[in-house]
């Protein structure tokens, strides 16, 4: 499950290097997604202490699964809001964890109610059809297309930077105003 976690975190970090702006925005939200998570399971603790004792290991893989689907689809949503072309294997990359995660909650939401009969067999195909598309998109290197909008990212940074610079001069102006 950490090693999971690792994937997503990676697809995040390789996704978004040519656009660090973006990156700042999407880490936000992948905090923001996160903190949220660890805040219900806090409440759901605190409201039963025995939780904890009487969760299964296949009810916390459900809730991790889960919100790396929530992160995969929050990176999505971030690439088509700041329409981000997808390199031929970072779609590939993701196209088969997607499938992979989302067959997985799937598997984990419907196992306790339908046996081990076609999710087990769901299971194990997902990982096939999840290797395949890595194969399939990973078997050459496509280098990461040049960021067609990098001009628009220094632009931003040389904005943002000046945004601040004003804003600290703001504030000694205030607090000069502030002791008189």
């Known amino acids: 499950m950490i090693l999971g976690?690792?994937?997503v975190f990676e697809i995040y970090r390789v996704a978004l290097a040519a656009y660090p702006?973006?990156?700042?925005?999407?880490?936000?939200i992948l905090l923001f997604l996160f903190v949220l998570a660890l805040a219900k399971a806090a409440?759901?603790?605190w409201?039963?202490?025995r939780l904890l004792a009487e969760t299964t290991a296949l009810q916390m893989e459900r809730a991790l699964r889960t919100v790396q689907a929530i992160?995969?689809?929050a990176l999505v949503t971030v690439f088509a809001s700041y329409s981000i072309p997808f390199a031929r294997n970072l779609r590939g990359i993701l196209?088969?964890?997607?499938l992979f995660i989302a067959e997985r909650v799937i598997c984990l939401t419907f196992v306790p109610v339908a046996g081990k009969d076609f999710w087990f067999y769901a299971y194990s195909a997902s990982y096939l059809v999840a290797l395949s598309l890595w194969l399939g998109y990973l078997w050459s290197y496509q280098a990461i297309p040049e960021a067609e909008n990098a001009q628009l990212e220094r632009d931003y940074q040389l904005i943002a930077t000046t945004t601040q610079r004003r804003l600290?001069?703001?504030?000694?102006?205030l607090r000069k105003a502030v002791r008189l």
Not at 95 to 98: C, E, K, M
Request: aromatic share 6%.
């Open 95 to 98: 196209l088969g964890y997607a």
């Open 168 to 173: 600290q001069e703001a504030r000694g102006q």
């Open 71 to 73: 992160a995969i689809v």
């Open 5 to 7: 976690c690792w994937i």
């Open 47 to 49: 409201s039963d202490p």
């Open 43 to 45: 409440a759901a603790l």
């Open 21 to 28: 702006g973006t990156a700042k925005t999407a880490r936000k």
